[in-house]
Structure formats: structure tokens, C-alpha cells
């Protein structure tokens, strides 16, 4: 199982930061598929996740400008935050987690650096 | 909202054991999962629902869980195991993924 996100490394004040995590080697339709964030120098913050039929859950602190959503035609699922501010520049990585709550993030992306900069 | 206590770091010699806590209510009633991440790499699951460990990862790791605290466990420490190290759990109350603020093992 492979895990591969991809999107712009700098986004501008105010403006959408969009992310995409394409998933290879597994199906889509299985499991939970989770964002996670990692602030330079900082630890690791839980973002969402978004199951195969599109249920989603997401960061309370995060809520109102989040969006996570599946394609699984294409085996890939998507973030997408609004008006952002540099307090959203981080490392973000997607990850793979069975259907039970209590699973583990058993899978990673590499991680992609995304700024927020003008 | 459900928060977990990790000490910021931890320094060990080689060859000596490292004890890395996770404070939490009544952690001992969940499942609690350890995650190593190494500079500019991504997590990697080094222990999963309190005591497993996955395939590939060592024997020297190891962790328990019980009452207020849980804990991963490093044995016979070697320069490679130089990393952060996060707990994290599932709080069903809220139904939201909760990480511990990472622990930097240092081999002396």
C-alpha cells in the first residue's frame, strides 16, 4: 500500500490550501483515510478522515473552513481548507486506518510541505 | 477533549533502556498506539493497541498500558533509535483522533 499526496507547496493569505492523497495498491472502498498536519518544529495534529461513502469527521478547531472528501473512481481523496493564514503552514501527510475507531494509522504518505505565504 | 502528556524528552545511553510515558484519564481503558518519526520522514507505527508490534519493527520495542499512564519501552537503545516519539488514541467520547505532544529520544 502506497500513499502519495500532491497540491501546491505555497498558497497565498485568505486563499483555499487543496490537497489530494492518491491511494495505489489498496482499494479505496475499505478503509478510513485520514489527513494529518505537522507545523514546523511542532508535533503531529489530527486533521479529519473520510470514509469510501464520504462520511466524514474533523479537528472541532478546524471545522468551519474543512472540507475532506473520496473520489473513488480515481482511488483518491482531498483536502481542502479555506482562508488559510500562516498558522496552516505544515508538513501534511495522509494515512490509512481500518474501519474500527480504535485502528491505528497503519499507512503514511510521504508528506508534502505546504506554505502560506503571499 | 481528551489530552494526552508526554515529557519532552528523554536522553539514554546506548545499550541502556529508554521509558517513554503517555499520561491520560484512564488511558488504560483505550488503545493506545506509538508512532517514530525520524527527521524529515514520516510516522511510522512502532507499537499498536498498547502491546503489538508490527512486522519488521524490533523486539527491543515493547509498551503497556494501565490506569493513568501508558508506556513504550525501548530496550538496549542504539543511535538509530534517535527519533519522536507520539502516543495517540481514539476518544470515543468525541469520536476524534487524539495525538500526545512527541517525545525526543536522544542517545547519548
Known amino acids: 500500500v502506497q500513499l502519495q499526496e500532491s497540491g501546491p507547496g505555497l498558497v497565498k493569505p485568505s486563499e483555499t490550501l487543496s490537497l489530494t492523497c492518491t491511494v495505489s495498491g489498496d482499494a479505496i472502498n475499505t478503509y478510513y483515510w485520514t489527513w494529518i498536519r505537522q507545523p514546523p518544529g511542532r508535533g503531529l495534529e489530527w486533521i479529519g478522515h473520510?470514509?469510501?461513502?464520504?462520511?466524514?469527521k474533523y479537528n472541532s478547531s478546524l471545522k468551519s473552513r474543512l472540507t475532506i472528501s473520496v473520489d473513488t473512481s480515481r482511488n483518491q481523496f482531498s483536502l481542502r481548507l479555506t482562508s488559510v493564514t500562516a498558522a496552516d503552514t505544515a508538513v501534511y501527510f495522509c494515512?490509512?486506518?481500518?474501519?474500527?475507531?480504535?485502528?491505528?494509522?497503519?499507512?503514511w504518505g510521504r508528506g508534502t510541505l505546504v506554505i502560506v505565504s503571499s | 477533549s481528551y489530552v494526552l502528556t508526554q515529557p519532552p524528552s528523554v536522553s539514554v545511553a546506548p545499550g541502556k533502556t529508554a521509558t517513554i510515558s503517555c499520561g491520560g484519564n484512564?488511558?488504560?481503558?483505550?488503545?493506545v498506539h506509538w508512532y517514530q518519526q525520524k527527521p524529515d520522514q514520516a510516522p511510522v507505527m512502532v507499537i499498536f493497541y498498547d502491546t503489538d508490534r508490527p512486522s519488521g519493527i524490533p523486539e527491543r520495542f515493547s509498551g503497556s498500558n494501565s490506569g493513568n499512564t501508558a508506556t513504550l519501552t525501548i530496550s538496549r537503545v542504539e543511535a538509530g533509535d534517535e527519533a519522536d516519539y507520539y502516543c495517540q488514541v481514539w476518544d470515543s467520547g468525541s469520536d476524534l483522533f487524539v495525538f500526545g505532544g512527541g517525545t525526543t529520544v536522544t542517545v547519548l
Open positions: 484512564n488511558i488504560g481503558d483505550k488503545s
Open positions: 473520510v470514509y469510501f461513502s464520504g462520511t466524514s
Open positions: 494515512a490509512r486506518r481500518c474501519s474500527a475507531g480504535t485502528c491505528p494509522l497503519d499507512y
